[in-house]
């Protein structure tokens, strides 16, 4: 992995401070430096984003886990591993430490960090129009009601076949990565990375009975607009959004390749018990 990207998230001057440092050192050793930020550092030769994909051998992302998401989208369709340094909030997938980022990136060059496959979307609308709309998540895809505090109904299928007719807020469908997510807020279960399966979770419900259901990698699903509704919005990760229309159709099954991710040593549980506070008691 001679050829190293690097997305820097924007606004943040510890990640150019990080970059600087990191764009020399792998220069020295024989490494080239490629980044996405304007104005670039010294030592890494400046490139768009859409034509990063394919100067790089490893993506390193210096941000939070929205700015790994924003590298994901450009680069999981080649299978270009990603290693994240957190300089966010929580940190869920950007798990490197700052000051742990060089030696971090040398273990990950090297080969001597393990790489965790992470299961994506293949998400397909089909507009009543013909058009064809084909986008990728990490995380989730979301059909929601944007504009006003009002149940939307939608029906879903897995497989062809009808699971049930939502009345909600809208409807959430987590990968294992996203289900400490969106879908954990809206109710969901923790699924661990490598469980091959998907969450259909409904954000506020109409009824109780209708609960988030687990289905495996290999199905298909589809959603509908079951009734008339406004402003019904789809959205992927967070990171990219259109409206989803009376007569369109949406269709969920696992992308490949997966999202290859660089892991430290600590396990899964160690990570939810520190970053969610998993299994500790209030007062």
Same mark, same amino acid.
């Given at each position: ?16 401070? *990080? ?36 100067q790089i051998d490893l993506l390193l992302v210096l941000g939070g886990d929205g700015t ?5 989208? /450009? ?19 950007? #798990?490197?430490?700052p000051a742990d980022a060089q030696v971090a990136l040398e273990r990950a060059i090297t080969?001597?960090?393990? *790489? ?7 998400? !397909? /609308? ?25 149940? *939307? ?60 259901? !687990?289905?495996?990698? #290999?199905?298909?699903?589809? *959603?509908? /607009? ?26 969920? #099954? ?30």
């Amino acid at each position: 992995m001679r050829r190293v990207g690097m997305l820097l998230k924007r606004s943040k001057p510890e990640a150019v401070e *990080i970059a600087g440092q990191l764009a020399p050192w792998l220069a020295e050793r024989g490494h080239q430096a490629f980044i996405v930020h304007e104005g670039g550092v010294p030592g890494a030769t400046q490139v768009a984003e859409q034509a990063l994909a394919e100067q790089i051998d490893l993506l390193l992302v210096l941000g939070g886990d929205g700015t790994l998401l924003h590298g994901a989208l /450009l680069v999981a369709d080649r299978g270009i591993p990603i290693l994240g340094v957190n300089l966010g909030h929580l940190g869920f997938l950007t #798990s490197c430490a700052p000051a742990d980022a060089q030696v971090a990136l040398e273990r990950a060059i090297t080969g001597e960090m393990r *790489i965790e496959e992470r299961l994506r979307l293949r998400c !397909v /609308l089909r507009r009543s129009t013909g058009e064809e709309i084909v986008k990728f998540a990490c995380n989730d895809a979301v059909v929601s009601q944007g504009a006003l505090a009002r149940l *939307i109904e939608l029906e879903a299928f897995l497989d062809g076949n009808l699971v049930t007719r939502y009345r909600a807020d809208g409807l959430i469908v987590g990968t294992p990565t996203g289900s400490t997510a969106y879908t954990l807020a809206a109710g969901g279960p923790i699924v661990t990375p490598d469980v091959r399966a998907f969450v259909v979770t409904p954000i506020c419900p109409h009824t109780l009975t209708n609960r988030p259901l !687990v289905a495996p990698a #290999s199905a298909r699903l589809t *959603i509908k /607009l079951a009734a008339p509704a406004d402003h019904v919005m789809f959205t992927i990760d967070g990171q990219w959004g259109t409206n989803l229309g009376q007569h369109d159709t949406l269709e969920i #099954s696992q992308a490949s390749p997966p999202l290859y991710l660089f892991r430290p040593t600590e396990s899964y549980f160690d990570v939810l018990r520190h970053k969610l506070r998993w299994g500790e008691r209030e007062g």
